[in-house]
T-cell receptor
């Protein structure tokens, strides 16, 4: 079965640079969630989209922005990167606007800021 | 806001034995979902088991079962016949049943690192 695809899997950036993370949800899934997991931490919700509209916002810095496109893939744009942005970024997708209880997680993108 | 607490940062179990991981949560909602996720060294988040709060029957998935105590806001995970492949970080997570904004974000606990001793 198709799973959530995230690219790139690993990304190394320097401070003050910009990064773009991509997420391709499971086919026919209309809802995408982004989570950030710092070293030794639990995942923290950043932002979600339903039918290409932002549906909720968590602890996402103003330096970050995201969107969902017409094909339902999503991109997380991160600017003015800081050392503290080094983390594993998960994308998850679900169907039916999220009412379906299960979120399927991608493998994550490991971002390292040096 | 909901909070999820896992009071055991680390636990260990002998292979083939049984272990129980604890989770408590705080919410003012009456209907919600609870989950246990497993995160092995690969860091992939894998759903282990889910429980709907409106169901009294405890969920079971093969060797994994939960003890859901709604009044006590407790949601523990029991792993029977532990295997080496069960070694991982386990996260308890909460999700609202209803969301006016259309978002069903997960709120995670801090996790419990489970080691399996051969």
């Amino acid at each position: 079965a198709a799973g959530v695809i995230q690219s790139p899997r690993h990304l190394i950036k320097e401070k003050r640079e910009t990064a773009t993370l991509k997420c391709y949800p499971i086919p026919r899934h209309d809802t995408v969630y982004w989570y950030q997991q710092g070293p030794g931490q639990d995942p923290q919700f950043l932002i979600s989209f339903y039918e290409k509209m932002q549906s909720d916002k968590g602890s996402i810095p103003d330096r970050f922005s995201a969107q969902q496109f017409s094909d339902y893939h999503s991109e997380l744009n991160m600017s003015s990167l800081e050392l503290g942005d080094s983390a594993l970024y998960f994308c998850a997708s679900s169907a039916s606007g999220g009412a379906s209880y299960e979120q399927y997680f991608g493998p994550g993108t490991r971002l390292t800021v040096t | 806001a909901q909070t999820v607490t896992q009071s055991q940062p680390e636990m260990s179990v002998q292979e083939a034995e049984t272990v129980t991981l604890s989770c408590t949560y705080d919410t003012s909602e009456s209907d919600y979902y609870l989950f246990w996720y497993k995160q092995p060294p690969s860091r992939q988040m894998i759903l282990v088991i889910r429980q709907e709060a409106y169901k009294q029957q405890n969920a079971t998935e093969n060797r994994f079962s939960v003890n859901f105590q709604k009044a006590a806001k407790s949601f523990s995970l029991k792993i029977s016949d532990s295997q080496l492949g069960d070694a991982a970080m386990y996260f308890c997570a909460y999700r609202s049943l209803y969301s006016g904004a259309g978002s069903y974000q997960l709120t995670f606990g801090k996790g419990t690192k489970l080691s399996v001793i051969p």
